[in-house]
Nanobody, 121 residues
Framework: QVQLVESGGGLVQAGDSLRLSCAAS????????IGWFRQAPGKEREFVSA???????KYADSVKGRFTVSRDHAKNTVYLQMNSLKPEDTAVYFC???????????????WGQGTQVTVSS
C-alpha cells in the first residue's frame, strides 16, 4: 500500500509560480511511476505530467514548457514546478502512483487527496 500526500497548492495570480510536492509513505523510486493529474469543477480528471523511475518525463500539451516534474528518491517525493500559471490551470491537483508510464487515470493504482490550485486573472 502506498500513501501519497500532496502539498503546495494555493491562490496565486496569473503569471505566478507554484511548486507542488507529492510525498510517498513508502519507497516508490524502485517500483512506481508517478503521475500528476488535475480536475477542475465540472470536468473530468485530466493528465498533467508523469515521471519514470529513471527520470524520463512527459507532459500534457497544455502545460508543456511551463511545468516541470522531478523526483527526489532520497525523500520519496515528486515535485511539480508550475510557472507562468494561467486561470485555466485552476483545479485540484492529484499525484498518483502506478506500474505503467501512463497518461490516463486507469494507469494508476494509488492516489493522493489532492491540493487546490487557484489562479486569478
Amino acid at each position: 500500500q502506498v500513501q501519497l500526500v500532496e502539498s503546495g497548492g494555493g491562490l496565486v495570480q496569473a503569471g505566478d509560480s507554484l511548486r507542488l510536492s507529492c510525498a510517498a509513505s513508502t519507497r516508490t523510486s524502485s517500483t512506481y511511476f508517478i503521475g500528476w493529474f488535475r480536475q477542475a469543477p465540472g470536468k473530468e480528471r485530466e493528465f498533467v505530467s508523469a515521471i519514470t523511475r529513471g527520470g524520463v518525463t512527459k507532459y500534457a500539451d497544455s502545460v508543456k514548457g511551463r511545468f516541470t516534474v522531478s523526483r527526489d528518491h532520497a525523500k520519496n517525493t515528486v515535485y511539480l514546478q508550475m510557472n507562468s500559471l494561467k486561470p485555466e490551470d485552476t483545479a485540484v491537483y492529484f499525484c498518483a502512483a502506478g506500474r505503467r508510464f501512463a497518461d490516463e487515470v486507469l494507469g494508476y493504482e494509488y492516489w493522493g487527496q489532492g491540493t487546490q490550485v487557484t489562479v486569478s486573472s
